[in-house]
């Protein structure tokens, strides 16, 4: 038996041609995409799952970025606007997606940020052999991203400490069944974060019902943002669902407080 097969899968690095990384720019214009850039020529192996992260950003913004699949002048996008909004331009998000991608194919990305000609450092691992035998998921659908400011919904624990605030609507009604779910946070590009607790509900329906409750949150001052930012959770949902999201908070400033959330629903 392989090591591979072991550990659970086989793992490949797609970060660019001699670098690290791979640098999108967004549009000169805040809040439009730029130009894809490739990130991987031809996947190697069928993918059943993948890590992205966005790293170094050139300049303190909210941002989100498209990952597509296909040729030059031919990209479809598989998720839509993955949110990072970083206090800091050192501060990275890294996201796992249980999405398949066969091999052969050729992936791209492109990002927007509120503030113009932002630069975006993303780089993407991939897991195959071994991994199948996890649930496999052929479609990612983004509900919650503003194109309009390069963020997310925003999510307000309120004035009272430690109680939860009202919910915010993440969409009225779920376009596809979803049987996983990834939920990632933002500061709103906060460069004076406090440093605060969040418990976060996730739920559905109208009136609500809490689905996944009280995911722990860290807001930290020191570095200016919140962790953990990525979290995925398998879930049931039916098509046709509202989902919300509400949250409490230590803190009770108007800005610190507040954050972004954006939910991808993997089918």
Not at 107 to 114: K, M, T, Y
Request: with cysteine; charged share 15%.
């Amino acid at each position: 038996m392989g090591w591979d097969v072991l550990q659970g899968g086989q793992y490949n690095r797609y970060q660019g041609s001699g670098t690290y990384v791979v640098t999108l720019t967004a549009n000169a214009t805040a809040n439009l995409k730029g130009g894809y850039v490739e990130i991987a020529s031809s996947l190697t192996n069928d993918v059943y799952g993948l890590s992205f992260t966005i790293g170094f950003v050139s300049s303190v913004s909210q941002t989100l970025t498209d990952l597509a699949v296909g040729a030059v002048g031919s990209e479809q996008i598989v998720i839509a606007n993955i949110m990072h909004e970083p206090g800091r331009v050192n501060v990275s998000l890294d996201a796992f997606f249980p999405l398949y991608i066969p091999a052969g194919t050729r992936v791209s990305g492109r990002c927007q940020a509120s503030v113009g000609g932002v630069t975006v450092q993303v780089a993407m691992i991939t897991v195959s052999k071994g991994y199948a035998t996890w649930p496999i998921y052929h479609s990612v659908t983004t509900y919650g991203a503003a194109t309009a400011d390069s963020g997310g919904t925003q999510v307000d624990p309120g004035l009272t400490q430690h109680t939860k605030g009202n919910w915010s609507q993440i969409t009225a009604s779920t376009s596809d069944v979803i049987k996983a779910m990834v939920g990632l946070v933002g500061n709103q590009a906060n460069s004076a974060d406090a440093t605060q607790d969040y418990r976060i509900d996730y739920g559905i329906g109208s009136p609500e019902t809490v689905l996944i409750p009280d995911v722990l949150m860290r807001g930290n001052g020191s570095i200016d943002h919140k962790s953990p930012r990525a979290q995925m959770f398998y879930v049931n949902i039916p098509s046709g669902t509202r989902l919300a999201v509400r949250a409490q908070s230590s803190n009770t400033d108007g800005t610190d407080r507040l954050c972004d959330v954006v939910l991808y629903g993997l089918s």
